[in-house]
């Protein structure tokens, strides 16, 4: 199976590009954030845990992510005409990487490639902002979305190192049109084809 993992700052075009790439490649779109929004949406336990969290623009407790990741990986796994899946927001952490190998392993898959959408940090406080007035969500405001840059670097972005050091990382400009950085994705994703 073919198993990806989509990387980058909040607002980078993440959710965008990994819904067009789960449908051109036939893989399952998982997206903590969208799992976490549906939970609060719902009013579940799980959604009362982590809505204030998110609504700070804290990163949920790794422990949480497991179980979530765990039931998502399996019934992608089960899902017939599926190739592999598309990773949106998830892993966050080393903890959540190293976590995600473990649970690939039980199901005799890995990681097959890390790929990330670069975009400077101006650019994306502009983008999320611009967002929070279409969509109105809750941790799109300045003061929020500072706070989630400021943990994307200090938590997230070392797991470049993580995946470098497995030879598994690769990166595209993520701006200009939604088309073009869709391309350059697709070029990187199966250069055979390009
Ligand atoms: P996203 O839609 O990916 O930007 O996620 C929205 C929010 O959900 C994040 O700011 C976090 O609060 C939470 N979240 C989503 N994915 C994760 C994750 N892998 N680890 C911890 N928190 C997460």
Request: aromatic share 6%; glycine share 8%; proline share 4%.
């Amino acid at each position: 199976m073919y198993n990806l993992i989509l990387f980058g700052p909040p607002g980078s075009g993440k959710g965008t590009q990994s819904l067009r790439i789960a449908e051109k490649y036939k893989l399952v779109h998982t997206s903590t954030g969208d799992i976490f929004r549906k939970e609060i949406r719902n009013g579940s336990p799980l959604g009362l845990k982590v809505q204030s969290i998110i609504e700070k623009g804290e990163l949920v407790p790794d422990d949480l992510l497991v179980d979530i990741l765990r039931s998502a990986l399996q019934r992608a796994k089960q899902a017939s005409g599926i190739n592999g899946f598309v990773l949106d927001g998830f892993p966050r952490t080393i903890r959540q990487a190293e976590d995600l190998d473990k649970l690939l392993k039980e199901i005799g898959e890995s990681v097959s490639m890390v790929l990330a959408l670069e975009v400077d940090e101006e650019e994306v406080v502009k983008r999320l902002l611009k967002r929070a007035q279409l969509e109105g969500r809750k941790d799109d405001t300045e003061e929020v979305i500072r706070n989630r840059m400021k943990i994307y670097h200090s938590q997230t972005h070392p797991l470049m190192e993580y995946y470098i050091k497995q030879g598994k990382f690769q990166s595209v400009k993520g701006t200009g049109s939604v088309d073009n950085i869709f391309a350059d994705i697709c070029k990187v994703i199966d250069p055979g084809r390009n």
